[in-house]
């Protein structure tokens, strides 16, 4: 079964800075992965995919992530974040099939003015 | 707004009532997902249907909950007899067939038992 962790429940940063969510998958079959953002009181919504093909993924509002198959990572990035940004980012993973998507626990980015 | 939709957004309930929420997804998606969130974890898979067919339950979704998707468009989860372990938050997610992992969410239906 595909499963996700997240290192992080809480990521503080300043505006302005870099930042890196840490997202680990585990799966023995072919892997889709997946960031989804929940701003405060709205729903999930995609931030980027992973499918197949370039390692280097790049989303919505200037993130990116990389999926590294040796480490089974598949880390969140950007290079100076937004007061908007806060929210929580959630790292998920689909083995394939009916796109029964297995969530991590997520990580809440805090960004300090 | 064609987005996801569910109703109500809120509901404090008494142990032991039934709750009823319905979901009405993006109308050319033909699956759609319940799952239930609670605080500090990441949404948990309940059910899947694709068109009218409910075609896996998870074991989270025990004999008190029922969900159904009676003409291939909206759904209803209901919960029999609910307890204070069933306050959380319950999304409804829909997509089209082709597209992994790519779920169009509402913005939930929070329950609070009381």
């Known amino acids: 079964a595909q499963s996700v962790t997240q290192l992080d429940s809480q990521v503080p940063v300043f505006e302005e800075a870099p930042v890196e969510l840490r997202c680990n998958y585990s799966s023995s079959v072919s892997v889709y992965l997946f960031w989804y953002v929940q701003y405060p009181n709205q729903g999930l919504q995609l931030l980027l995919k992973?499918?197949?093909?370039?390692?280097l993924v790049k989303g919505i509002n200037g993130f990116e992530a990389e999926f590294n198959k040796s480490q089974t990572s598949f880390h969140l990035r950007k290079p100076s974040v937004h007061i908007s940004d806060t929210a929580e980012y959630f790292c998920a993973g689909d083995s394939g099939g009916y796109q029964k998507v297995t969530f991590g626990t997520g990580t809440k980015l805090q960004v300090i003015p | 707004d064609t987005g996801v939709s569910q109703d109500p957004r809120h509901k404090i309930t008494k142990r032991g009532q039934n709750v009823t929420f319905r979901c009405d997804p993006i109308s050319e998606h033909n699956r759609l997902y319940w799952y239930r969130q609670t605080l500090g974890q990441g949404p948990e898979f309940l059910t899947y249907?694709?068109?009218?067919?409910?075609?896996?339950k998870s074991r989270l979704l025990s004999d008190r909950f029922s969900a159904e998707r009676p003409k291939g468009s909206f759904s209803t989860l209901e919960i029999q007899r609910t307890e204070q372990g069933d306050s959380a938050m319950y999304l409804c997610a829909s997509s089209s067939s082709g597209v992994s992992g790519e779920l169009f969410f509402g913005e939930g239906s929070r329950l609070t038992v009381l």
């Open positions: 992973y499918l197949s093909g370039s390692t």
């Open positions: 249907f694709q068109n009218e067919a409910q075609l896996e």
